[in-house]
């Protein structure tokens, strides 16, 4: 007799297996079949974990970038104290890309270099304090466009005569992130995809 159950003896002397011991076998393969199903949702959860994942180490990095550069901007304004904390800065001016918008036109006025010729020692700062700032903040605005390509950023200082010189960086950029499931997703299609959010940072100045 055959271990997988009751079997039918032929005349020739050969052994069948009988329908219910072929019924049984079957269940068997139905088994591994529900079995990769499993396999395969969690390959397809784990997937989306990993998108996630970078994803978030993505946006992470976008947003220190954001703080570091607003915090050079800040040290910019902390290091030339000449022009920011004398009272004489626009009270508001902005940049997008590489274009700084000051209806003063101190800051967008064009200036060649701020920076001494290699190997020489200038007994005078290159730049008097006005052409300086400008200097720092056209420069600062092409490290930013070449870095968060369709940002923006709007800067307000406070010049009231008697009290301390405050400015804010408000900086605004594009970011893209992995949405964790439908009820977080935005847009028209809300997949769950990629979506896009506008962020922004700002950072209170005293130069």
Known sequence: MLSGGPVLHLRNGAVRPNRRSLRERGFTLLEVLVALLVV???LLGLAK???LA???TQVSSSRSLIALQASSMAAAMQGNTGYWAAGVAPAVFSTAGTT?????SVLNQTVSTCVAASGSAPSAPVCTPAPLAAWDVQNWAATMNALFPGYGANFACNNVA????TCTITITWAEKY???NRTTATGSSASGGQQTAIQSYTLYVSP
Do not use: E, R
């Not at 700084?100 to 003063?104: G, I, L």
């Not at 008697?162 to 010189?165: E, R, S």
């Open 40 to 42: 395969a949702l969690g």
């Open 49 to 51: 974990m990993q998108a």
């Open 54 to 56: 970078i994803s978030n």
């Open 100 to 104: 700084v918008t000051d209806a003063s």
């Open 162 to 165: 008697g009290a301390p010189v």
């Open 178 to 180: 992995v949405a964790l």
